[in-house]
């Protein structure tokens, strides 16, 4: 399993970035993909997923309105488009995968522990 993250950079309060995730080694169309972000001395924390059928997606309530996760199943990469960033978006953005086709209920898509395989981040800096 590989997931490859990119497309992070510095960027001032207010602009937009896209990150991609390129992945390989599973199925993609029957995994639940994520973005996790982790800054200096906090714990990794939940930003969006999107079910594997691709019919859910869910948000941390810091990024909804902002942030937008899509799913490209023909080229097995997951997106994250981050508009109206902020400073406290700074981060190292992790994609992760459960590619056990599992549906889950309410913010199930949100836990951390369901995600078995992870990628190896890019660093989103955004200056104020």
């Known amino acids: 399993v590989q997931l490859q993250a990119s497309g992070g950079g510095l960027v001032q309060a207010g602009g937009s970035l896209r990150l991609s995730c390129a992945t390989s080694?599973?199925?993609?169309?029957?995994?639940?993909m994520s973005w996790f972000r982790q800054s200096p001395r906090k714990e990794r924390e939940f930003v969006a997923a999107?079910?594997?059928?691709?019919?859910?997606?869910l948000y941390a309530d810091s990024v909804k309105g902002r942030f937008a996760i899509s799913r490209d199943n023909a080229n097995n990469t997951v997106y994250l488009q981050m508009n109206s960033l902020k400073p406290e978006d700074t981060g190292v953005y992790y994609c992760?995968?459960?590619?056990?086709?599992?549906?889950?209920?309410?913010?199930?898509?949100?836990?951390?522990?369901?995600?078995?395989?992870w990628g190896q981040g890019t660093l989103v800096t955004v200056s104020s």
């Open positions: 992760g995968v459960d590619p056990r086709a599992r549906s889950y209920s309410g913010r199930g898509l949100a836990n951390r522990p369901n995600y078995l395989y």
């Open positions: 080694g599973f199925t993609f169309e029957r995994s639940s």
């Open positions: 999107i079910s594997w059928g691709g019919a859910t997606t």
